[in-house]
Nanobody
Framework: QVQLVESGGGLVQAGGSLRLSCATSGRTFSTDAMGWFRQAPGKEREFVAAISWSGGSTYYADSVKGRFTISRDNAKNTVYLQMNSLKSEETAVYYC????????????????????????WGQGTQVTVSS
């Protein structure tokens, strides 16, 4: 089993920055692609960003391109999401997700964008952007 714990959320003014972290524990060698999703009140969970196991490939929702950066440090079993120029409409609970090892080796890039292909989820961290 793999456990994911997010941190770094909080309250920030519009235009500000936050850095989220997702620490993995347990059978960490079992993880492959990792991603960040978010869910605002009354809305469906949506894709934000994802990264391949090696970190060589990254994927972003169009709405965050150029402002958010996903990265990972496999030695520390941690994935990061640097969020800059935050907007009030990005207020949401942000979730970290991980896929089983080797899974995405058989998937095309499009699979990174869909939450149903991830196997493990964190509890989420609240990000509130005030206008």
């Amino acid at each position: 089993q793999v456990q994911l714990v997010e941190s770094g959320g909080g309250l920030v003014q519009a235009g500000g920055s936050l850095r989220l972290s997702c620490a993995t524990s347990g059978r960490t060698f079992s993880t492959d692609a990792m991603g960040w999703f978010r869910q605002a009140p009354g809305k469906e969970r949506e894709f934000v960003a994802a990264i391949s196991w090696s970190g060589g490939s990254t994927y972003y929702a169009d709405s965050v391109k150029g402002r958010f950066t996903i990265s990972r440090d496999n030695a520390k079993n941690t994935v990061y999401l640097q969020m800059n120029s935050l907007k009030s409409e990005e207020t949401a609970v942000y979730y970290c997700a991980a896929a089983e090892a080797g899974k995405f080796a058989y998937y095309s890039a499009s699979h990174y964008y869909y939450n149903r292909y991830y196997d493990y989820w964190g509890q989420g961290t609240q990000v509130t952007v005030s206008s």
